[in-house]
């Protein structure tokens, strides 16, 4: 949402429909959901700290039927004239729609508008036909959406469009969207789940973080009309927290990201089942890295701290190896390191050893997991330092250094750890090395990759 919004209206909660309190919402464009109340719903619990209705109800004339989800009670003030207000936070807001249970929460469609989403649809639906005497023919015909079937959903991207018309001009605008749809309807969270990935999805496609501007959704529920017949409900809006580090996206041109729906159009299905698939055994990668997208101002040394444990954690989930199976490593090697621990070592120092270090001594280090990843990276991709087998070395040398001098702090890896402009450097590469692992586990093949790494400008900068 890109601007504040304020619905004046009466307020109460489910189970009590004739205590309606005057008071107006305020959706801010930070997303925080504000209930203004001008008196309370139990004046005899103003004072309580834990008076949190699970809904609340509304009504205003600029869009009738409101529901407030997740609600706790922020503040109550009683004046000495005897004025009561309080004031509530909602974790969600649904305008257009009365929910009066939270099991009924469920939609058949929820349809998302997200930063850059028309630069990476990258889709003209206007037509213009000039014609002699100044005048002109302007035809829209939103193209076909590009679908795909997942398990318990159906995708569509496309485009929609809008027009105004004023004394002295016509606007007519469209407005890329990503719908998800499910014929059974799901539950919120089950949706914004879906979204979620769907999101990073994007922001790895379009090389930068993208963020929801508008949500709507789609009950599939009808109630009576004003003579009884069957109405359905329309649109809802949908509003919610969506940790927006950046008020402002920056416009990025289609040509800068690594790939647009266009490219992707044909496999479209294939690339997102897999990403979506995948997601639960790379969750800590994903969110190891879209925390370093998503947060630009994020201090450089966390970046790279957290960058390398996703690499470390990608190739251990999907890669792995171990120098002995854990079996034999415990049954063998582990226990006789064991009996060796002198009998009069300090307790926690014995303790340390045995379920820290050497338990795990088996597994592979942190340079033989970059050694492995590059090597594949290098034999397929050689462009950049990739292409340079003296430069790798150099590479992964200097993050194991790095990694561990900031991980333990140790005085005399200081001068041999990366610092400034060179810790900036290999977090770059970093970042574009496990970006190209996920192409390749999204479905891409070698020869894919290769093309948008040497055609996209952003790699260039990544590799060099």
């Keep these: 949402m890109s601007e504040d919004i304020e619905y004046v209206g009466y307020w109460w909660l489910p189970e009590e429909p004739a205590n309606m309190v005057a008071g107006k919402l305020l959706l801010t464009s930070g997303d ?34 409101i529901t407030l989800h997740r609600c706790h009670q922020s503040r109550s003030a009683l004046t000495v ?39 990476w649809v990258n889709r003209r639906d206007f037509h213009v036909e000039p014609a002699p005497g100044f005048r002109f023919t302007i035809h829209y015909e939103p193209s ?10 159906e995708i569509a991207i496309g485009n929609s469009g809008s027009y105004r018309v004023g004394n002295t001009q016509v606007t007519i605008a469209q407005k890329a969207y990503i719908a998800v749809s499910s014929a059974q309807g799901k539950p919120l969270d089950d949706c914004l789940k879906m979204m979620h990935d769907i ?9 930068a973080p993208t963020h929801p501007v508008k949500t709507m959704g789609d009950t599939g529920t009808s109630k009576p009309g004003l003579h009884g017949e069957e109405e359905f409900g329309g649109p809802v809006e949908v509003h919610y927290p969506v940790n927006r580090w ?12 690594p790939f647009t729906l266009l490219d992707v159009q044909d496999d479209i299905e294939v690339y997102l089942t897999n990403w979506l698939r995948k997601a639960e055994e790379l969750r800590p990668v994903y969110d190891l890295l879209f925390s370093v997208v998503y947060n630009p101002d994020l201090y450089l040394v966390n970046a790279f701290l957290m960058l390398t444990q996703a690499v470390e ?34 307790k926690s120092f014995k ?57 333990h702090y140790t005085p005399e890896l200081k001068k041999r750890s990366a610092q400034d402009q060179e810790l900036r450097a290999i977090t770059r590469r970093l970042r574009a090395v ?21 055609t996209r400008s952003r790699y260039r900068y990544l590799l060099e």
Excluded: W
Aim: hydrophobic share 35%; net charge negative.
């Design 351 to 407: 303790q340390s050893l045995k379920e820290g270090k050497l338990k795990f001594a088996n597994e592979y280090s942190l340079r033989k997991r970059l050694a492995d990843l590059m090597d594949r990276l290098s034999s397929s991709i050689p462009i950049g330092f990739l292409g340079s087998r003296r430069e790798v070395s150099s590479f992964i040398t200097k993050v194991c250094v790095t990694r561990n001098y900031l991980t």
């Design 81 to 119: 004239s005897g004025y009561l207000t309080s004031n509530f936070q909602a974790g969600r807001a649904f305008v257009g729609v009365h929910f009066d249970a939270e099991e009924k929460i469920r939609f058949t469609k929820l349809t998302v508008c997200y930063d850059h989403l028309d630069a």
């Design 144 to 153: 076909p959406a590009v679908t795909a079937a997942i398990p318990d959903y």
């Design 246 to 257: 950046t008020v402002e996206a920056k416009p990025i041109h289609s040509d800068d990201m």
């Design 434 to 454: 496990l970006e190209m692992c996920l192409l390749k586990e999204t479905g891409f093949d070698y020869d894919t990759i290769r093309r948008i790494v040497s």
């Design 313 to 346: 954690t990608y190739h251990r989930r999907q890669i792995g190896g171990s120098y002995q199976t854990d079996e034999v490593y415990r049954q063998g090697l582990y226990q006789r390191f064991v009996e060796v621990i002198p009998s009069d070592l300090d």
């Design 199 to 207: 999101r990073d999805f994007l922001s790895l496609a379009m090389g």
């Design 32 to 65: 925080e959901i504000t209930l203004e109340l001008e008196g309370a719903f139990r004046p005899e619990l103003t004072q309580e700290p834990r008076f949190n209705p699970a809904l609340i109800l509304g009504v205003s004339n600029k869009c009738g039927e």
